[in-house]
């Protein structure tokens, strides 16, 4: 052993710049996976603890009257990984009026919340703006408040159901209800979470006070039959008793399967310690369960863009294992020969990748670390622990690593006997995979899995309803991970063939000149040149197909973003507080805000259809969002704008409703709108300027955009209700305009929150940390990809060089044969790189097209990266061709001449 | 045919020390040398293995600089040149031929000879053979386009020496030429090679243990542990 440790340590002594090199490539490899881990796992972490967050209500368990809901919140309230169990119910009314001094202001049906006092504490579903819950009070949402025109201390009235007589209540404040969709969804456990549309107007009110007012007069709807008419969205009649519950979220470990497990084993554990009392709607597990989905896509996404990075990092290490393989083999030989076993020499490999491994590993791991705290915004929540698992992975994975590099270039001298190992000229058979064309194979594969996706729609299913979800197939991942294994194995089958037929071909027979020279050499090399090509071909290819990909994935996540919220940062308010505290100028001159417009959103009929209805000002619409020409139907963003501005009447219509009522440009179109003072429907008349596909907020497929002064004069709505603002700082400039609007009951949104927050959640996968954790690595690996190439082409003819030195050949005509082809491995990577790289891109650009709306116009292409990472490839052959040439003037002729 | 009168001093050794490595590693490859060979002149250099022998071609050929003492090419002091000055001094007048024939790996037989030819472009006149004659007249016309992996030991050889051909050389630098082959082989090659010296006129000196071939030569010179021993004719 201390024999074997001995050779092997000397061994890597002998060449420390080949030994420096083995580590430095091995670590950049391992650093990069080692990034991934950490950066993985911190994405698991985060997208776990956003799909908690975005639960307002983890549990909700139907029970049947007030007092069982006390006693069951009691009993579940006693559970171990429980931190609010409050009884609540939920019911319907009839209308509400309140007497004000302009007269009587009235709302139609909508619904009630009953909460205990302290129910905010850990749970979400409402927030409070102004006052508080008080018993005997009410507590308005500021939709129902601004329809009513009520403020704190005033009293109004409830209907609980129709013919019934209504009921006084002192307005304690006002709220936002902030998951109205799952607060007021039908309870049937059976069914699970069903979210129902929100009602149009809603109040809480404390529980005490609502069970001896309202639900006197409603019948109770049973925890039994919640399955029946109760399961109908929206057709909640009668008051639904329930125990409402919030699971510690500390204990649901780190990635979304795991505690989606966790969470079900909970809710299962608590309704078994009540057994008969009851059965949960549970949110948690619900959306646990789509973070799960998410997350598997995520990882699939993940490796799908960093694992062909690290293995041509591996590849590299191979490539640097190479450099002193000749030297290497004949010592093993020698060492065969005075009589060392196989498995001797393999001891002797194994501790030769021991110390490289761990020295890379390490340096690997510290790359990894510094990495992913220099380029991931806010770290990736580095804790001791985590960075020593981190780095034993990278340590283990170094050490496997130069163990395989190690046995692949020493493969020959374990098999062959020690005379063959003493001897230059190797021949060899063709392996196995060459013989079965797995090659072939896998490209096959590959079009066939891309095909078979296309053509039916690429699997992603997409959910049109308010909580939008998509699925998709991770197996449609084969087809670029198969195209990516046909094409390196193509390459390697080829062996440069191609290039060597060309070099010869453009030689044109013997050769006499020093272009002839070149050509025939290149030409003869075709397997070296291959080798290099594979490598930094496909390295470079990654480098494209990483960076095209990322681009489109962030742009079309600002599109589908601001397509979403309107504007960089979008502003909603009650309706007439825009008009009344002028809040368009206020934003518009909140420090960061590049432009503001004001934006009437409200809803009409067309027909029997009731759709959303836009109110803009044509002057600064355009300036303070984005309007792309693909919006539009028969013209472009600015002259349909031009069109709308220049017909007071004028209204664009979707493309949906223009088909489905045969409409054309200039047709009349009578709406039903909402009278916002009268709370009537009247007709109002339009003509069609316009075919609109897509609009800033537009959630639907069918809406339709006015001009905001007509559309104002005919609802009566009390001005816009929302506010776009344009931003070079979305986020800092949201902080600002609601600190700014705070008291006008704004919500304020930004496109970055947006981007996380998105409810088509395949978009919310981050994927800007971990392509500048790859593009940096890329970059470097495509400097020492073609610097290794360099090397190691001179390392394999420094005979050759020092026998046409000993010729008299000057040095520039010995450096013609380095650069020239560094130069074509370059170029012929770059060519391979633009094909394979786009290629990969459109494939995994058109799998992904249906995650966003609207899908990509065009692949987005970062010349600036790609630029760089050529950049770095040419920087890598200059600095070693330069390298190599001072080399080549020293080098040491008379002793290399007499090695041979 | 008789062989070319020897004239003038074509290449010397004065006082010329090679000394490799440094501190207690360091071992004295050539020791305060002193040689003259002539122009025309045949020598051979002979002696056991780490007597000298290559390490004096190379000194003589300006491969490798001394540690000490003068080294005269053609008329040009070599001592304290640089590579690339030796180099072109080596390129205009010096050809080697290596034990084991050195061919460049990537070029056929016809493209090692005509490398060589256009390096020495400078010094060629309409009369110069081309590649394929050079090939013929080491009797290869046959083997022009394979690659030097097709060729065999002796082959290589030839293709060797008509690639030292091809750089119209003065002075002809050989390192045991016939130690990888078998005896037959190796004495056709050798009468190869003086056949073409006595053609073309260049000096040769070669560098051999064989004391056989060592005796085709008019005058030997007998190295141990880098020092001259003996200076004479063939004993």
């Known amino acids: 052993m201390r024999a074997a440790s001995t050779i092997a340590l000397r061994g890597l002594g002998r060449a420390p710049r080949q030994t420096l090199t083995r580590v430095l490539v091995l670590a950049a490899a391992v650093g990069l996976l080692g990034a991934m881990l950490l950066f993985v796992g911190h994405s698991l972490r985060t997208m776990t603890g956003s799909a908690i967050r975005d639960v307002p209500l983890d549990w909700q368990g139907p029970v049947a009257s007030y007092g069982q809901a006390q006693s069951v919140a009691a009993g579940v309230a006693r559970q171990p990984g429980i931190i609010q169990s409050s009884p609540a119910a939920t019911a319907s009314f009839a209308g509400a009026s309140h007497r004000g001094p302009a007269g009587i202001s009235s709302a139609g049906s909508g619904s009630l919340l009953a909460v205990p006092s302290?129910?905010?504490?850990?749970?979400?579903?409402?927030?409070?703006?102004?006052?508080?819950?008080?018993?005997?009070?009410?507590?308005?949402?500021?939709?129902?408040?601004?329809?009513?025109?009520?403020?704190?201390?005033?009293?109004?009235?409830?209907?609980p159901r129709p013919a019934a007589a209504p009921q006084s209540f002192r307005v304690s404040g006002v709220a936002l209800i902030t998951a109205p969709d799952v607060l007021f969804q039908p309870l049937n456990p059976q069914l699970g979470p069903a979210p129902a549309q929100p009602p149009a107007n809603a109040a809480i009110m404390p529980l005490a006070t609502f069970a001896s007012t309202i639900a006197r007069q409603l019948p109770a709807i049973a925890a039994a039959s919640a399955g029946s008419a109760g399961a109908v969205p929206g057709a909640q009649n009668g008051v639904q008793w329930q125990v409402q519950v919030q699971a510690d979220p500390s204990g649901l470990g780190s990635t979304p399967s795991q505690a989606y497990t966790r969470a079900t084993r909970m809710v299962n554990r608590v309704e078994r310690s009540l057994p008969g009392q009851i059965t949960f709607v549970d949110n948690l597990s619900e959306r646990l369960n789509g973070a799960a989905g998410d997350a598997l896509y995520a990882e699939a996404l993940f490796i799908m863009l960093a694992i062909p990075g690290a293995l041509v990092g591996l590849g590299l290490a191979y490539l640097a294992a190479?450099?002193?393989?000749?030297?290497?083999?004949?010592?093993?030989?020698?060492?065969?020969?005075?009589?060392?076993?196989?498995?001797?020499?393999?001891?002797?490999?194994?501790i030769e990748s021991l110390a490289i491994g761990l020295i890379a590993g390490l340096i690997g791991t510290g790359a990894a670390l510094a990495s992913v705290t220099l380029l991931i915004k806010g770290g990736v929540g580095l804790t001791p622990a985590r960075a020593v698992v981190a780095g034993t992975v990278c340590v283990a994975l170094a050490i496997a690593g130069a163990l395989v590099a190690r046995l692949a270039t020493g493969a020959r001298v374990w098999r062959e006997s020690i005379s063959a190992g003493r001897r230059s000229a190797h021949r060899e058979g063709k392996p196995l995979w060459q013989r079965l064309y797995?090659?072939?194979?896998?490209?096959?594969?590959?079009?066939?899995?891309?095909?078979?996706?296309?053509?039916?729609?690429?699997?992603?299913?997409?959910?049109?309803?308010?909580?939008?979800?998509?699925?998709?197939?991770?197996?449609?991942?084969?087809?670029?991970?198969?195209?990516?294994?046909?094409?390196?194995?193509?390459?390697?089958?080829?062996?440069?063939?191609?290039?060597?037929?060309?070099?010869r071909r453009a030689a044109g027979g013997r050769a006499q000149t020093p272009r002839g020279f070149l050509l025939v050499s290149a030409g003869r090399r075709g397997g070296a040149i291959n080798r290099g090509l594979l490598l930094v071909g496909l390295l470079l290819a990654f480098g494209v197909d990483l960076g095209i990909f990322t681009a489109t994935y962030d742009q079309q996540s600002a599109v589908d973003s601001q397509l979403t919220i309107g504007g960089d940062v979008t502003a909603t308010v009650p309706p007439g507080v825009t008009a009344a505290h002028n809040l368009t100028a206020k934003v518009a001159s909140t420090p960061g805000v590049q432009a503001a417009t004001a934006v009437d959103h409200s809803y009409a009929y067309v027909g029997p259809d009731l759709q959303d209805t836009f109110g803009i000002d044509t002057s600064s619409f355009t300036r303070a969002t984005t309007l792309r020409d693909s919006y539009f139907i028969g013209g472009s963003a600015a002259q349909t704008m031009a069109r709308l501005r220049a017909r007071p009447d004028g209204i664009l219509v979707s493309k949906e409703t223009i088909a489905d009522y045969s409409l054309n440009l200039g047709d009349l179109l009578r709406l039903r709108v909402l009278d916002h003072r009268s709370g009537s429907f009247w007709v109002v008349p339009f003509h069609v300027v316009g075919v609109v596909q897509e609009f800033p907020s537009a959630p639907r497929d069918s809406f339709m955009v006015a001009n905001l002064r007509y559309l104002e004069a005919a609802d009566h709505a009390g001005g816009p209700n929302v506010v776009f603002a344009k931003a070079g700082d979305p986020p800092a400039v949201a902080r600002r305009v609601a600190a700014v609007t705070r008291g006008d009951g704004t919500s304020v949104k930004d496109v970055g929150e947006q981007t996380q927050q998105t409810v088509s959640s395949i978009t919310t996968v981050d994927l800007r940390g971990i392509s500048r954790i790859l593009e940096a690595f890329t970059i470097v690996l495509a400097a020492a990809a073609m610097g290794l190439f360099v090397t190691l082409g001179v390392a394999e003819r420094r005979l050759d060089f020092a026998t046409m030195t000993a010729l008299g050949?000057?040095?520039?005509?010995?450096?013609?044969?380095?650069?020239?082809?560094?130069?074509?491995?370059?170029?012929?990577?770059?060519?391979?790189?633009?094909?394979?790289?786009?290629?990969?891109?459109?494939?995994?650009?058109?799998?992904?097209?249906?995650?966003?709306?609207?899908?990509?116009?065009?692949?987005a292409v970062p010349w600036g990266y790609l630029g760089a990472l050529v950049g770095a490839a040419c920087l890598g052959a200059a600095l070693a061709t330069a390298i190599a040439a001072r080399g080549l003037a020293r080098m040491p002729l008379g002793s290399i001449l007499r090695e041979e | 045919m008789s062989a070319p009168a020897i004239t003038a001093t074509l290449a010397a050794c004065r006082s010329v020390t090679v000394v490799h490595g440094r501190g207690e590693t360091a071992v004295t490859a050539l020791d305060d040398v002193d040689l003259a060979i002539g122009q025309h002149e045949v020598v051979s250099l002979t002696g056991r293995s780490g007597s000298g022998k290559t390490t004096l071609l190379h000194v003589l050929g300006g491969l490798i600089e001394p540690s000490s003492g003068e080294v005269v090419l053609g008329g040009e002091q070599l001592s304290g040149l640089d590579a690339a000055a030796r180099g072109r001094a080596r390129g205009r007048s010096v050809a080697y031929i290596f034990q084991g024939a050195n061919l460049l790996s990537g070029f056929t037989a016809f493209e090692n000879v005509s490398f060589a030819l256009h390096l020495s472009e400078q010094r060629r006149d309409d009369q110069s053979l081309g590649a394929a004659e050079l090939l013929g007249l080491v009797g290869l016309a046959g083997k022009l386009d394979n690659l030097p992996a097709e060729l065999s030991g002796g082959e290589s050889q030839?293709?060797?020496?008509?690639?030292?051909?091809?750089?119209?050389?003065?002075?002809?630098?050989?390192?045991?030429?016939?130690?990888?082959?078998?005896?037959?082989?190796?004495?056709?090659?050798?009468?190869?090679?003086?056949?073409l010296h006595e053609q073309l006129g260049f000096a040769l000196v070669l560098a051999t243990h064989d004391p056989d071939v060592a005796a085709r030569a008019g005058r030997v010179v007998t190295l141990e542990d880098g020092r001259v021993i003996a200076d004479g004719g063939p004993a």
């Open chain 1, 118 to 159: 302290g129910y905010e504490r850990h749970i979400t579903t409402f927030r409070l703006l102004q006052g508080r819950l008080q018993p005997g009070g009410v507590v308005l949402d500021q939709q129902l408040a601004a329809t009513l025109q009520a403020q704190i201390g005033d009293a109004i009235a409830i209907t």
């Open chain 1, 322 to 350: 190479l450099g002193t393989v000749e030297r290497d083999r004949r010592e093993l030989a020698l060492l065969r020969a005075r009589g060392a076993t196989r498995r001797q020499l393999l001891g002797v490999a194994a």
């Open chain 1, 438 to 503: 797995l090659d072939v194979f896998a490209l096959g594969l590959s079009g066939l899995i891309f095909w078979l996706t296309a053509s039916t729609g690429f699997a992603a299913v997409v959910n049109p309803d308010s909580n939008q979800t998509l699925s998709l197939s991770v197996y449609m991942f084969f087809a670029p991970a198969l195209l990516w294994i046909g094409a390196a194995l193509l390459l390697v089958r080829l062996r440069g063939r191609a290039l060597a037929w060309a070099a």
């Open chain 1, 809 to 859: 050949a000057r040095l520039r005509e010995v450096g013609a044969l380095v650069w020239s082809e560094a130069g074509l491995v370059l170029v012929a990577g770059v060519g391979l790189a633009a094909g394979l790289g786009v290629l990969l891109s459109e494939m995994l650009v058109a799998m992904l097209q249906h995650v966003f709306d609207p899908p990509p116009d065009h692949l």
């Open chain 2, 158 to 195: 030839r293709v060797a020496i008509a690639r030292a051909l091809a750089q119209h050389p003065a002075l002809l630098l050989c390192d045991e030429p016939t130690g990888h082959l078998d005896s037959d082989t190796g004495a056709r090659v050798l009468d190869l090679i003086m056949r």
